[in-house]
């Protein structure tokens, strides 16, 4: 499931460029959705900060897919109450997708990441992706993986030190840009070498 404490973003790299989350946020808007009034313009959700509370079954969220939890507009003490949703919630799983791994970083260098929180970075290419992946590995949370999507140039060789899981895919969308088999083939490849 997905839980969107926040929604909109702003771009930072070239994985946005045909940002999902835009397109899905302003066609929400254009019915009339309650949550995305202002479209794609960064806004808190409060009213959303208790959906995982409500549910006693144990659940994988994807949190903020239609945003980015360590947006620079995200209020610390905003960020400190999901954070306190999730630590009251131990049944669940929620993983944790940013383009903003600095921001990830400082927010979690003198605090313990929750056990029940995956944490993740987005790997699109060597110039802004690839540098994630070291930061992500300095953090100290149960599970670390990489969103190698939308996959848009071979990476070429990656250290996978510290890296639990890999997702690889292409963009979707009306004006996606390719992705080369070949690409994913070799990014299948050193996981099952490392």
């Not at 009251?88 to 990441?113: C, G, S």
């Not at 790997?123 to 802004?128: I, M, R, Y």
């Not at 009306?174 to 996981?191: F, H, Y």
Request: aromatic content about 8%; proline content about 5%; glycine content about 8%.
């Amino acid at each position: 499931e997905t839980w969107n404490p926040t929604t909109g973003c702003t771009k930072v790299s070239a994985g946005c460029k045909n940002c999902y989350a835009e397109v899905m946020a302003n066609r929400l808007k254009a019915m009339g959705t309650p949550g995305y009034e202002n479209g794609f313009e960064f806004t808190l959700m409060p009213d959303r900060l208790e959906q995982p509370l409500k549910k006693k079954k144990g659940t994988k969220y994807f949190v903020n897919s239609m945003s980015d939890l360590f947006h620079e507009k995200m209020p610390k003490v905003f960020l400190d109450k999901i954070l306190g949703v999730i630590s009251l919630t131990p049944q669940h799983i929620y993983q944790i997708l940013t383009k903003r791994e600095n921001a990830m970083f400082e927010y979690f260098k003198d605090k313990n990441v929750p056990e029940n929180i995956w944490l993740g970075v987005t790997v699109e290419d060597k110039k802004h992706g690839v540098p994630r992946i070291d930061k992500l590995r300095t953090i100290n949370a149960s599970i670390k993986f990489l969103s190698v999507e939308p996959l848009l140039e071979d990476i070429g060789k990656v250290d996978l030190s510290g890296i639990d899981w890999v997702i690889v895919g292409g963009e979707s969308g009306a004006k996606a840009r390719p992705m080369k088999k070949e690409w994913a083939l070799s990014v299948q490849k050193q996981c099952e070498e490392q």
